[in-house]
């Protein structure tokens, strides 16, 4: 099992477009991807599910957690982080 934190730089956070293509990118993997919320305390939910990831209520500035798990953990944490930090989709102002 894999973990990483990272905090949501974009300025949608996890709404509409950017949630769909984060569930894109969790659903390209086999192993199991969760998402966590932070800052609201939200319990893991499946990061493969639209309606889950939009339910957590990410939005600027807010600090998540994934966590994968399975054959391919490694490279799932690799790539969602590296899509995070990118800005999910969006550009990053500053």
């Known amino acids: 099992m894999r973990t990483t934190e990272r905090t949501v730089l974009n300025p949608s ?12 990118t969790a659903a390209g993997f086999t192993s ?17 599910s639209i309606l889950m990831v939009m339910g957590a209520g990410v939005s600027k500035g807010h600090r998540i957690r994934v966590t994968a798990d399975g054959a391919d953990e490694d490279d799932a944490i690799t790539t969602i982080e590296a899509f995070i930090d990118g800005g999910m989709g969006e550009t990053i102002p500053g």
């Open 13 to 24: 956070g996890l709404h509409a477009r950017p949630a769909a293509m984060f569930v894109r």
């Open 32 to 48: 199991k991807v969760s998402l966590e919320n932070l800052e609201r305390g939200t319990a893991a939910v499946d990061a493969k």
